[in-house]
Nanobody
Framework: QVQLVESGGGLVQAGGSLRISCAVSGSIFSINDMAWYRQGPGKQRELVAGISSSGITNYADSVKGRFTISRDNVKNTVYLQMNSLKPEDTAVYYC????????????????WGQGTQVTVSS
């Protein structure tokens, strides 16, 4: 069974840094685009950062210059380095993207994982 496992969240003071990870468990053929999302208390889930299979990245305006998304295609893992954290970054962070089970399959989206909680204290 293919699953996303997010980890690395925690409690950090404003101005601090944290790196969270998203690992794909299960056997797959390839991964296409991946992205990090977050859902703050009482808010809708929003896109934070994305990365293509070739490494092209994009960011929400609210995190540009502070967050960096990266991927390790050998480990099937995506990372989000978060610097200069602010209390408004407090949220559950989720990753998602598209993958193929076999080369002849169409790309499909992952099921959502459990997310990882990031709490930034002021």
């Amino acid at each position: 069974q293919v699953q996303l496992v997010e980890s690395g969240g925690g409690l950090v003071q404003a101005g601090g840094s944290l790196r969270i990870s998203c690992a794909v468990s299960g056997s797959i053929f390839s991964i296409n685009d991946m992205a990090w999302y977050r859902q703050g208390p009482g808010k809708q889930r929003e896109l934070v950062a994305g990365i293509s299979s070739s490494g092209i990245t994009n960011y929400a305006d609210s995190v540009k210059g502070r967050f960096t998304i990266s991927r390790d295609n050998v480990k099937n893992t995506v990372y989000l380095q978060m610097n200069s954290l602010k209390p408004e970054d407090t949220a559950v962070y989720y990753c998602n993207g598209n993958y193929r089970l076999e080369y002849y399959h169409a790309y499909r989206a992952f099921d959502w994982g459990q997310g990882t909680q990031v709490t930034v204290s002021s």
